[in-house]
């Protein structure tokens, strides 16, 4: 436990804000397109039924998104499922809601937003009214499923990786995966132990190695399992690096000071999460947790 505690550490990075709105569409199906905004990549169920999104759409990308859609589908029906990412980056429900659409968060992560509430309703937290945007109106606890324009889809809650609100979207007929953040697509992972990250429940997340399938990263171009190895092999190696470095008694300062990740910097950490040289914030949160554990 202590090991992973250190890995989050030592992975953890700044995000970098994308400042220009670009949505490109990626098709993998004539009926699963992925839209790459600048909060993140959006995969989408389209056909006959409506359309489903799933991912982390940015406000401004949502009239395009929308343009786009109506050249797919003739159905106005809109489901959409914003997946967990950093408060400070959140859309919101990115106005899908203003435009009629279902739009829907696991609970977790909508309960940090001010929904899922017993009783009244809390306010909107004022970044999102800054955005003018609203939250996601229904929560999930473990399972949704959509029977769509042909396709089984499944969305399962998974144990904390990420944060402790991951799921995975597995597209059946169209053997695609999307995991959100646990699989970043753009550089080292991030493990938000303000939101219940863990490292064991991302690594277990990180099963989707067969080449046959789809891959949708939270951020970049879709690739297949053999990407998703490559990252969690990398992950594996700096974990066993740190745990024999804890085992030998070594202190977190210590570790950090040893890089233990140097070797993987060049391809891994020049993107959106990178090592930083500052951690005393990073090392007095994981020694909390630790002593909460």
Known sequence: MRAALVLAIVLAGTSVANASELVETTEISPSVLVF??????VVASVGPDGALLVGTPSAASTAQISALLAKHTKSTTRYV???????????????????????????????????????????LPAALLALKVDRPRIAFSEVLTFDLNGEAIHIIHQAPGYSDADAVTHIHAAKTIYLGEVFPGDGYPEIDLAQGGKLDGLLKQLIWTNDAMHIVPARGKVTTGADVKAFRD???????????????????????AAHPTADFDAHWGNRRVHPTPSYGRSIAHSKHA????
């Open 36 to 41: 790459a905004t600048s909060s993140g990549n």
């Open 81 to 123: 499922v914003i997946y967990p990412q950093d408060s400070a980056h959140s859309q919101g429900d990115a106005g899908w809601g203003e435009r009629g659409a279902f739009v829907a968060m696991q609970e977790k992560a909508l309960d940090r937003l001010g929904g899922h509430a017993m009783g009244a309703a809390r306010p």
């Open 234 to 256: 990398m992950i594996l190696t700096v974990r066993d690096r740190v745990q024999k470095m804890i085992t030998a008694g070594q202190t977190e300062d210590q570790v950090l």
């Open 290 to 293: 630790e002593a909460n554990m």
